[in-house]
């Protein structure tokens, strides 16, 4: 069974740009979630989508936005790009129907903001 | 205070020592706790998942929760090189929105 991908695996940008970043969940599955990893911090959630629906929202601006597909792909846009956003993008993804429901993630994007 | 507290280390220990992660935290309502293991540069990957207290073994993998002191770990044993990564404890309550909140991680290096 194919895991969840991530795509691409590196990508560069300078500040003030945008950065769209593409996530495919493990056949099945329809929440998908985002994550951001950066350096010396924790995973920091960010977006839950499940059924095209967003679902919740973590602490972070407006700029960080995202949707999800009919296929249950999605994807993550962040505008105006800072310096800070630089860090590993997790999406995991899971079966969404129970609580007991573990999530279950990509090897990540690497976003460096120059 | 943050709601999941683990000691980033590294943790260094020799082959084939028993190695023993933690993790605390400050919400009473966290009922499901988990493990990941994460290889540099790599995305987490589950490892144990548990629900309420008690314990849970998988192989060299033992998970113990203790609700009443808030107090998570995991035990490896035999530890091998291959194990050398950083480990991340998360953890969410009952009902809502199934958004777990995770540890910083602890780095773990086991040298031959």
């Known amino acids: 069974e194919a895991g969840v991908t991530q795509s691409p695996t590196h990508l560069i940008k300078t500040r003030g740009q945008q950065a769209t970043l593409r996530c495919s969940p493990i056949?099945?599955?329809?929440?998908v979630y985002w994550y951001q990893q950066a350096l010396g911090l924790g995973l920091q959630f960010l977006l839950w989508y499940d059924e095209g629906e967003e679902r919740n929202r973590g602490n972070f601006p407006p700029r960080f936005s995202g949707r999800q597909f009919p296929n249950y792909s999605s994807e993550l846009n962040v505008n105006a790009l800072e310096l800070e956003d630089s860090a590993l993008y997790l999406c995991?993804?899971?079966?969404?129907?129970?609580?007991?429901?573990?999530?279950?993630f990509g090897p990540g994007t690497r976003l460096t903001v120059l | 205070q943050k709601e999941v507290e683990q000691d980033p280390g590294p943790l260094s220990v020799p082959e084939g020592a028993i190695v023993s992660l933690n993790c605390t935290y400050s919400?009473?309502?966290?009922?499901?706790f988990m493990w990941y293991r994460q290889y540099s540069r790599k995305g987490p990957e589950l490892l144990m998942y548990?629900?309420?207290?008690g314990n849970k073994e998988d192989g060299r993998f033992t998970a113990q929760v203790d609700k009443s002191s808030k107090y998570i770990s995991l035990f490896i044993r035999d530890s091998q090189p291959s194990d050398s990564a950083t480990y991340l404890c998360a953890t969410h309550a009952s009902g809502g929105s199934y958004i777990p909140t995770f540890g910083r991680g602890t780095s773990l290096i086991v040298h031959p």
């Open positions: 995991a993804s899971s079966s969404g129907t129970s609580e007991r429901d573990t999530q279950y």
């Open positions: 919400n009473s309502a966290f009922q499901y």
């Open positions: 056949s099945g599955h329809t929440s």
């Open positions: 548990t629900y309420s207290s």
